[in-house]
């Protein structure tokens, strides 16, 4: 009869421990060996669509594989967010997505199936700007002083064109009203496109939009803008004022930023290595000059802020509309 001694079991038993764990840390040293696949829940054109193809090149070169670019649009970001929750945790599918997809989710669709904070592996908030307060040319107010002014002599009147029932654009207008204290006519549009085209025809008087979106418009003079919801005024529109110069709480914290997040249960080295890349990619001149060109600041956060950074807005959002009474 074999006698099994104390010290052999144990040591059979951390070789199995170590058996089990082998795969895990082979695979991470090993990856990656195909495509990486990024998904985006907006289609083609749009601001996180238009960034993310331009960091594709350089994302692809930093992880040594190629960067493949999945749009899959439909549900105010919700078909991208869940196909990624079900997606295998191999750090093979990333989810590149939005405040008003991640953070706000709950706001826009309040039965959701999932929650995009916690049923998600989250890697970094890559990049953010701020929302600027733009208006029609054809208003009658050239300054935040004058637009409240204007407001408050005829409370509805105003059409802000906001897209999204719940998004944080919709929560931005609700929020700066009740500081302002002025009642502005919210009209939801089926996209971006429409509203501002709408603004542009003067159907509608104001809206709110990241600077990036809104800056040629500004430069080409077809609209003003009236209020950048920052703490401090943007280098792209140095002339407009920040919120942060008014008495108007929390606006300056309502900024729209692009974040990157992945299948719950990622290895976190693969997460990690993700995460430094795109970090490495904001050390090239070139792509920060594009990125503001575009409006957008470069961030590249550790995982840990990017989680502390979703729950301040969610925590956020959710004071707007319980604060403002509107009902989602």
Known sequence: ?????????????????AMLA??????????????????????????????????????????????????????????????????KPDGYTILFSTCSAMAGAEFSTPDLAFD????????????????????????????????????????????HACVGVGSVNHLLGELLSMR?????NTVQYKGGG????????????????????????????????????APERSAQLPDVPASAEFDLQDVDRMSFWIGASAP?????????????AIAECFQTPELTERMAGMGLMPVGSTSEDFVAKLRADHDLYGSIVTESGMKI
């Open 22 to 87: 082998a795969p895990r840390i082979v695979f991470a040293a090993d990856w990656p060996q195909r495509p990486v696949t990024i998904v985006l829940g907006f289609p083609p054109g749009g601001g996180l669509d238009s960034f993310v193809r331009v960091l594709e090149p350089y994302l692809a070169e930093k992880l040594g594989t190629r960067v493949l670019i999945e749009n899959r649009a439909g549900a105010s970001g919700n078909i991208a967010t869940q196909n990624v929750i079900g997606a």
């Open 194 to 229: 429409p509203a501002i085209t709408d603004l542009l025809a003067n159907q509608a008087q104001a809206a709110f939009i990241s600077v990036g979106q809104a800056q040629s418009y500004i430069a080409n003079g077809q609209i003003k803008a009236l209020l950048d919801c």
């Open 264 to 276: 719950k249960d990622t290895p976190p080295e693969i997460a990690q290595r993700i995460q430094q």
């Open 1 to 17: 009869m074999t006698t099994i001694t104390r010290r052999r079991l144990i040591g059979t038993a951390a070789a199995g421990f």
């Open 116 to 159: 995009p904070i916690e049923d998600l592996s989250h890697i970094t908030l890559a990049t953010q700007s701020s929302y600027v307060l733009i208006a029609s040319k054809e208003l009658p107010a050239n300054s935040w002083e004058e637009f409240v002014a204007l407001a408050k002599a005829e409370p509805g009147k105003l059409v």
């Open 180 to 184: 302002a204290g002025i009642e502005l």
